[in-house]
């Protein structure tokens, strides 16, 4: 069964950073564009970033332009996003995603709050 | 950014009876658009991809159709088990969108 689990979530000053990780396992990462999205309580998803299976390529939304940074670590079978800037509005449960979004973590909750 | 609309919002159903979910995009996305299911608590599962592929495991009362801008999600036969969120996805051009879900409840 593929598995992939989020860990780096809490809580962080507005201005903060944290690193998300996505270990994933039952699948092998470097066949696959990897994802990360963000669920608002409440709210539909949203996608934020995505990379090509040897990282050459990266898309991001607008709003995490510039403070966000996926990254990716083949030999380990693992995703990561460096998250900068934080602010109150990026509250929400993250998710990786593999294959796009064929596969979703069970998510990290990252709380941005003074 | 293609902006993707549901219908409707929130179905109260029964039992067996057939539901049918529509997303409309607001420009041409071929057949790069993926129904998901969530539930309270968890995380989306994939049900649809590709307009019309079923993903591994999904019981077969689930099935997609349309292309281009409108795209429909059938529930055959409905179960208590299906209450739960449906959302539409589109990854035919950056920033990827979701639709804004339909809420199913099972009276």
């Known amino acids: 069964d593929v598995e992939l689990v989020e860990a780096g979530g809490g809580l962080v000053q507005p201005g903060g950073s944290l690193r998300l990780s996505c270990a994933v396992s039952g699948l092998s990462i470097s066949a696959y564009w990897m994802t990360w999205a963000r669920q608002a309580r409440g709210k539909r998803p949203e996608w934020l970033a995505s990379?090509?299976?040897?990282?050459?390529?990266?898309n991001y939304v607008d709003s995490v332009k510039g403070r966000f940074t996926i990254s990716r670590d083949n030999d380990r079978n693992s995703l990561y996003l460096e998250m900068n800037r934080l602010r109150v509005e990026d509250t929400a449960v993250y998710y990786c995603?593999?294959?796009?979004?064929?596969?979703w973590g069970r998510g990290a909750l990252v709380t941005v709050s003074s | 950014e293609i902006v993707l609309t549901q219908s409707p919002d929130f179905q109260s159903v029964t039992p067996k009876e057939k539901v049918t979910i529509t997303c409309r995009a607001s420009?041409?996305?071929?057949?790069?658009l993926h129904w998901y299911q969530q539930k309270p608590d968890q995380s989306p599962r994939l049900l649809i991809k590709y307009t019309s592929q079923s993903f591994s495991g999904v019981p077969s009362r689930f099935s997609g159709s349309g292309s281009g801008t409108d795209f429909t999600l059938t529930i055959n036969s409905l179960e208590a088990e299906d209450a739960a969120t449906y959302f539409c996805h589109q990854s035919s051009s950056v920033p990827q969108t979701f639709g804004q879900g339909t809420r199913l409840e099972i009276k």
């Open positions: 420009q041409s996305i071929g057949n790069k």
């Open positions: 995603g593999a294959a796009g979004l064929d596969y």
């Open positions: 990379i090509k299976q040897d990282g050459s390529e990266k």
